[in-house]
């Protein structure tokens, strides 16, 4: 048996060629045609033959990955290739193939990959677990037989490609004591090898034995115990490589979606090589590393010392730690203990360690955000993320709300079936063309629709049409609904929704989801007023049912749209982009669907229609034209013939001066020089009517509008519609924008008082 398995060189030669996407062979001539007719093509042609290659299989790409991934880690023996077979009974002749097999000094995995070639398929494997489940016994004793001087750990993993798990297979595992590994965790654990290398190991052997005894550490340590905000803490040194065998690190990201809530940033390559660095070259961190100590509330054997501090409530002792892989989670300084992993001091010199014992989930959270928010700010993704745990069962119910909210989006991102599957940023899972969506777009829909109840200072203002009251009972009504929901309009627009970022997707990014979500809560609202849907009695597939009716003139909209369109569509940044977006969808509907006229919708699109720009235009016209004439006349009056010195501020004068002087020199011919007054901005009116005593003695009585000529009201004040006046004709003349229903309301006022 340890024939068929490489170690050694072997591994780095066979590692080579597992890397390969092709597979070679080499034919003579007359082979060619057959070999061409088979999907191969000609790789090279060589003196005697040709070297022909074909692009490797979906699945023994996928076995490749992992072995790689695993020799990588250092495992020192893996098989040879995928003919891989393992007696698991007396009669010799009984073997199992096993996909891989790797073995270091303290583990072995056993490993079956499965690969489907449609993404996301739906499949029972119910006889291939209780196989394993049947083999293992054999195995394992096969296992003693090829490697009799160590004690090894066995793992069974099933390694799934492309597959949706279903509920019952994941209890089978459970039962079988099979771990599952699917593309997330495998690419989770590829990525920490890029940053961690061989130290990666730590962590994988802590996920795959998790509470089992970690052979040869000694558990005793010297230690002092304390108290610290109603906790018992200990503080010990220790050797890098112990604490790196006993700890975890809960990277946020989606491997460790199941695990209790993750917070850690994943770990960085760089600061791992400077700290490494920084320690070879003599340096060291005396700051301690924070730990918690997971005992299931057990507590840990402190034998206290005959010798102690007089009158100190701290004691001196020894600590027995609990030798178990992944009991001891690692709140803060995993770059500076991991930085030890790949040093030379890893095992010859301590690190200070602060402990604590059994801390509660949202108490390390807030432990990890108070340290980071005083040494680099935790990134708002991460934060929301973080909020979506830490929040949930928060007295304050807009809290609850908003990590309900966080616990959707996290949950479409996060859940295979999901129509964003991958397509949500979560913790620090890196952005890309198709992991675009942000966690923030998707609960800022949720806490803007009418889905959930609204609070101000605790109480209850608007009943949410599916809010039950509580955020379990909520999240079963509320996430189907949204993600069945999306589901359909991905199904309808399914090229669109399939592209990514950069190219050309206008159905698929944080504005369109934002609409489609608010979307689907403004039909329930519609047809709840209507009497036609109960939702909190409904179930989600009956409400789905009814929202088909209201959704389809929205796809059909979306799937007639031009590239071009779509683009401008999306081109709109910011909370007015999420907005438009969102108004469009619903006159998408309402054209189609008649009786469905949100409240806002007809005042939005006459504020956005461009109805009023051009009266708009002509009345400031005239009120600019207006006060120029009149300021004139009052300044001159006053100042005599300095009055463009004395009456105006130094900067606006200078800059009407060089302005001038600028139009003057482009003119063209015949036309009259350009004066410095001809040459004022319209802001620059509110500026010159509030200079020096200006306002007291020119302006005041002219200029204040009549429904503030009451009271003790400050003249900047006073001038404020000045502001406002000048802030429409930008509108209007520079961003191409529209001026809303009100502000024409508002010029039609000031217009009628002064002109």
């Avoid at 191969?40 to 033959?49: F, I, M, P, Q, T």
């Avoid at 798990?165 to 039962?175: A, F, H, L, S, W």
């Avoid at 001891?328 to 992993?341: E, F, S, T, V």
Wanted: proline residues 3%.
């Amino acid at each position: 048996m340890i024939d068929k398995l490489v170690s050694g060189e072997e591994i780095k030669s066979l590692r080579r060629r597992r890397s390969q996407q092709y597979i070679f062979d080499k034919i003579p001539n007359f082979l060619l045609q057959k070999r061409l007719d088979e999907g191969w093509h000609v790789d090279k042609e060589l003196k005697d033959s040709i070297r022909v290659k074909k692009q490797k299989p979906v699945d023994e790409t996928f076995e490749d990955k992992l072995w790689i991934l695993l020799a990588d880690m250092g495992f020192k023996h893996l098989n040879r290739d995928r003919n891989f077979h393992m007696p698991y009974s007396s009669n010799k002749n009984l073997t199992k193939q096993i996909d891989i097999f790797a073995v270091d000094d303290e583990t072995a995995l056993f490993i079956e990959c499965k690969t489907s070639l449609t993404p996301k398929k739906k499949s029972s494997f119910k006889e291939d677990l209780e196989a394993i489940n049947g083999y293992r016994v054999g195995l394992i004793g096969e296992l003693r037989k090829m490697f009799p001087n160590k004690e090894l750990k066995a793992k069974f993993i099933f390694a799934t490609n492309g597959y949706v798990v279903t509920p019952q297979d994941k209890e089978r595992m459970k039962e079988f004591e099979i771990i599952h590994f699917d593309e997330e965790i495998i690419d989770y654990y590829c990525d920490l090898y890029k940053h961690l290398r061989v130290s990666a190991r730590y962590q994988l052997l802590g996920y795959l034995f998790s509470g089992t005894v970690v052979p040869g550490l000694d558990s005793v340590v010297p230690a002092i115990e304390g108290k610290m905000g109603g906790h018992t803490y200990y503080t010990f040194s220790m050797e890098p490589e112990k604490l790196l065998k006993l700890g975890y690190v809960l990277h946020r990201n989606n491997a460790n979606k199941d695990e209790m809530p993750a917070y850690q940033r994943l770990i960085k390559r760089p600061r791992l090589d400077a700290i490494r660095e920084f320690v070879e070259n003599g340096g060291f961190f005396p700051n301690s590393i924070l730990v918690n100590i997971d005992t299931n509330n057990r507590g840990l054997k402190f034998d206290q010392s005959s010798l102690q501090g007089n009158n100190s409530i701290s004691k001196l002792g020894l600590l027995h730690l609990p030798l178990k892989y992944k009991s001891i989670y690692i709140i803060d300084g995993q770059h500076r203990l991991y930085g030890y992993a790949e040093s030379k001091f890893r095992r010859s010199n301590t690190i200070p360690v602060v402990a604590f014992l059994d801390l509660k989930k949202e108490e390390q959270i807030k432990l990890f955000v108070e340290i980071n928010e005083n040494q680099k700010a935790v990134p708002k993704n991460l934060r929301n993320t973080l909020e979506a745990d830490l929040l949930y069962d928060s007295k304050d119910p807009i809290k609850r709300k908003k990590a309900l909210s966080l616990s959707i989006a996290m949950k479409l991102g996060e859940d295979i079936d999901s129509p964003l599957f991958d397509r949500v940023q979560i913790g620090e899972n890196t952005k890309n063309q198709r992991n675009c969506i942000t966690l923030d777009t998707i609960k800022t829909s949720i806490i803007k629709s009418g889905f959930l109840n609204d609070f101000k200072k605790n109480e209850l203002i608007n009943d949410g049409t599916l809010d039950k009251g509580n955020n379990d009972e909520t999240l079963k009504i509320l996430y189907p609904v949204i993600s069945d929901s999306l589901q359909y309009i991905k199904k309808g627009l399914f090229d669109k929704w399939e592209k990514g970022e950069e190219e050309n997707n206008f159905v698929c990014i944080n504005v369109a989801i934002y609409a489609y979500i608010i979307i689907v809560s403004d039909i329930i609202q519609h047809l709840y007023k209507k009497g036609e849907l109960f939702p909190k009695n409904s179930t989600s597939n009956e409400i789905i049912k009814e929202l088909k009716y209201y959704l389809d003139p929205m796809i059909a909209y979306l799937e007639s749209l031009s590239i071009d369109k779509g683009m401008e569509l999306r081109g709109k940044y910011g909370e007015g982009g999420k907005v438009h977006y969102w108004r469009t969808m619903q006159k998408a509907i309402s054209d189609v669907r008649t009786d469905f006229f949100p409240e806002g919708l007809e005042k939005y699109w006459k504020d956005n229609a461009k109805i009023y720009n051009e009266e708009s235009y002509s009345m400031i016209s005239d009120i600019e034209a207006y006060m120029n004439d009149d300021f004139r006349k009052k300044l001159s009056e006053e100042y005599g013939k300095d009055w463009q010195i004395r009456g105006i501020p130094k900067e606006i004068f200078l800059r009407a001066n060089s302005l001038a002087l600028e139009k003057t020199y482009n003119k063209t011919e015949g036309q009259l020089n350009f004066e410095p007054w001809e040459c004022l901005h319209l802001i620059d009116y509110k500026d010159i009517a509030t200079y020096g005593s200006n306002w007291s003695k020119l302006f005041e009585k002219s200029y204040t509008r009549p429904e503030e000529n009451k009271g003790n009201i400050s003249k900047d004040k006073k001038t404020n519609w000045m502001r406002e006046l000048n802030r429409i004709r930008n509108i209007i003349s520079h961003s191409g924008g529209s001026v809303t229903e009100d502000d024409y309301k508002f010029l039609k006022e000031i217009w009628e008082w002064l002109i």
